[in-house]
């Protein structure tokens, strides 16, 4: 199958599914799973084709690179389409029938996912990033409460200033280099983007990731949205979306900047993401915004893995953006019926015990006790800063180390609450409707306690593959390129 | 001050040294002669028969582009309809604009049509092409509301037809995808340079998203016109 699929066939599922809806809403309610379910299986058989044959590239419109688009599927691709398609599956699980906006928008924020994923163009990248932009900015308001539209108009702001900075930074390497083409950049990057201007462009298009990826001076929004949003989206983002932006980072970092201060910067951006967000997730008092402070701590450790050179920052940053993306949206699906206030958890033991241990289990992992999977992340990520010999990534050791114990304490404190009597504030219960999906989590996260060597020696595979800058290039840039060359330069 | 709003000015600050730093350093005047966009220049017009270059860029060479932008349409034109919901039937309306300019309005509307069709025709050999048209076509639709409020567009209709034309497009990339291996690759014959049919299926990609532009702006201009009256 080829990869263009993996964008095209929930865009389509998008545009049909209001017209399918309107003729039979059973029919409705079960396309969108089934085409997650369909593009899932296809990325799987991309999956075996990239272990059996290396990485291949999709020419759009039959127009090589660098003058065409061109998609490239390499297992890190595939790993985040897989991540974006079988999330929204999973949160799919227990949705109420007949709401037939929010599903298109979630097919559109898939498609846009597994773009990002996948595109190996500048432009292109901006596009689907923007797809993604503009529905989230749609679920965040669905609510329909007046804190959520609130919200969701500052999210906006915020977003759009991000996206222009974002093209900005695209603008200034096209005024440089004549070209969008990754490939094509990596190529040029020693002798034309290595310097000033080329990391002004990096700074401009990581302050316009950062604004998805919760990076530290633009994630204002992120408590405020995540508060008022609906359990499942507020999962979405914070648990999926926020994700893919990092990787676009990641390979800005791999093909472009490898050689420069490039991964300094998104080394202090991760430093003190992870520093701002601990210490306030610590003095907040209401679940969903410890949940949304903890997950821009947690994006900005998956910062600091990706900013460590080498396959060792690959590794550790996989590891965490998963573990993450397993945990945070099965702790957001409890919030659904626990938001608010955390005196309103005090005795919640006693109402719902599977609830608590969901809770329990998925704290423990995420400060990272052992044999957690959250341990082995965040051991990969140390290790991993401890070989760099530079005094910047001891001193991350030393936050990452702190943020941990600040973490523990908050955590702790909530399962107190949890194991006092009960009181009349106590919440509900959750309902088996939210909890299917964090269940669905749990286990995943349980198989992979169990299959955690064969998950680290694949972690590896995937690494050394996305580190390697040559492939790339060979693989993307057909071998008569050159003639481009001929124009003076 | 708090800190937040200490940070922010911070940020703001190091945003605008930033930017100074740049319009000091990128030199405009000195533009680069070489790479992909002169490569386009001078190949677009034998390779694909089209003499509009911009339409080439758009619907060929980065056709994936201009679809992904068609689809931040139809996402933002659903987005808005999910947070402004649904009219209430028993809402005010805007007062009628009066005998003149409602009459107006309905004659303006075939030669809108006419105009925007027609520059959607032309796109691919001469000055024009899909937004262009499409923003036309816009205006036919919305003119009419404009004019008489009271009698507002059909968004179900209006969101079938934009669904419908997406998927279209889609379906002529696919088909592609099928007769000859890549995605949005150009169909049909590249017949010669300034005539109709030419340049492949240029021709029809353009109507096709002239149309989608059309009903989305529509869409989303009514939509906000009728919050508008309805507080």
């Known amino acids: 199958m080829n990869g263009v699929w993996l964008v095209a066939l929930p865009l389509l599922g998008a545009f049909v599914l209001p017209m399918i809806y309107r003729r039979h809403t059973i029919v409705g309610y079960w396309t969108g799973p089934v085409i997650l379910i369909i593009n899932l299986a296809i990325a799987m058989g991309l999956w075996q084709r990239v272990s059996a044959d290396g990485t291949h590239s999709i020419a759009m419109g039959g127009f090589p690179a660098p003058v065409g688009i061109t998609f490239y599927v390499d297992k890190l691709a595939l790993l985040f389409a897989i991540m974006v398609i079988l999330g929204t599956l999973i949160l799919w699980l227990g949705k109420k029938m007949g709401e037939v906006r929010e599903e298109t928008l979630l097919l559109l924020i898939v498609a846009g996912g597994c773009g990002l994923a996948l595109s190996g163009d500048l432009f292109n990248i901006y596009v689907f990033y923007e797809i993604v932009a503009v529905a989230s900015y749609g679920l965040a308001a669905s609510r329909g409460t007046g804190a959520g539209y609130a919200a969701s108009i500052r999210f906006l702001i915020l977003s759009a200033l991000g996206s222009s900075m974002l093209l900005l930074g695209i603008a200034l390497i096209y005024a440089m280099t004549g070209t969008l083409n990754l490939s094509h950049l990596a190529y040029l990057a020693p002798q034309m983007l290595n310097n000033s201007v080329g990391l002004v462009a990096f700074a401009l298009m990581l302050i316009g990731l950062g604004v998805k990826a919760e990076l530290f001076p633009v994630n204002t929004w992120v408590p405020e949205v995540y508060a008022t949003a609906p359990a499942r989206i507020s999962a979405l983002l914070g648990g999926i979306v926020s994700k893919l932006a990092l990787l676009v980072v990641l390979r800005l970092l791999v093909l472009i900047y490898a050689d420069t201060s490039a991964p300094l910067l998104l080394l202090s951006l991760g430093i003190l993401g992870v520093i701002t967000g601990e210490l306030a997730a610590l003095r907040s008092s209401d679940l969903r915004q410890v949940l949304a402070y903890s997950s821009i701590g947690q994006l900005g450790l998956v910062a600091i893995a990706f900013a460590i050179p080498g396959p060792a920052g690959i590794i550790a940053g996989i590891a965490l953006a998963l573990h993450h993306a397993l945990v945070k949206p099965a702790l957001f699906m409890l919030t659904e019926a626990w938001g608010g206030q955390l005196n309103r958890l005090v005795g919640a033991a006693q109402v719902s015990m599977l609830s608590t241990l969901l809770f329990i289990v998925l704290a423990l992992s995420l400060v990272g006790i052992p044999p957690l999977p959250g341990f082995l992340a965040k051991f990969l990520l140390l290790k991993g800063a401890l070989a760099v010999e530079n005094g910047w990534y001891h001193t991350a050791i030393a936050v990452v180390l702190i943020a941990t114990v600040i973490e523990t304490a908050y955590f702790i404190r909530i399962m107190r609450l949890m194991f006092q009597s009960k009181t009349q504030q106590t919440a509900d219960a959750p309902l088996m409707r939210d909890l299917k999906p964090a269940l669905s989590l749990v286990v995943l996260l349980l198989i992979s306690v169990l299959t955690v060597s064969p998950i680290s020696q694949s972690l590896s595979a995937i690494a050394e593959e996305a580190a390697d800058k040559e492939v790339y290039i060979n693989k993307t840039l057909p071998s008569d390129w050159h003639h481009l060359e001929k124009v003076e330069w | ?231």
């Open chain 2, 1 to 231: 001050m708090n800190l937040r709003e200490i940070s922010s000015l911070v940020f703001i600050v190091w945003l605008g040294l930033l930017l100074g730093a740049v319009l000091k350093i990128v030199a405009y005047d000195n533009i680069l002669t070489g790479g992909v966009g002169t490569y386009i220049l001078t190949h677009a017009a034998p390779e694909l028969g089209a003499e509009n270059i911009v339409t080439s860029v758009l619907l060929a060479y980065r056709g994936l582009d201009t679809l992904g932008e068609l689809t931040v349409l139809f996402v933002a034109i659903t987005a808005a309809g999910l947070v402004l919901g649904q009219r209430r039937t028993d809402a005010p309306s805007d007062s009628d604009a009066g005998f003149i300019l409602r009459t107006a309005a309905n004659l303006l509307f075939p030669f809108l049509i006419i105009l925007g069709t027609y520059i959607l025709l032309q796109g691919h050999f001469s000055p024009g092409g899909v937004f262009q048209g499409g923003a036309i076509l816009a205006a036919a639709f919305f003119v009419p509301i404009l004019a008489s409020p009271a009698s507002p567009l059909h968004h179900r209709v209006s969101r079938l037809v934009e669904g419908l034309v997406v998927a279209t497009f889609m379906i002529i990339c696919l088909l592609a995808l099928f007769s000859d291996d890549a995605f949005l690759a150009l169909l049909l014959g590249k017949g010669s340079v300034s005539q109709l049919f030419s340049a492949y299926s240029l021709p029809l990609l353009h109507i096709v998203i002239g149309f989608q532009i059309g009903t989305a702006f529509a869409g989303i201009l009514a939509r906000l016109q009728e919050t508008e009256a309805s507080d």
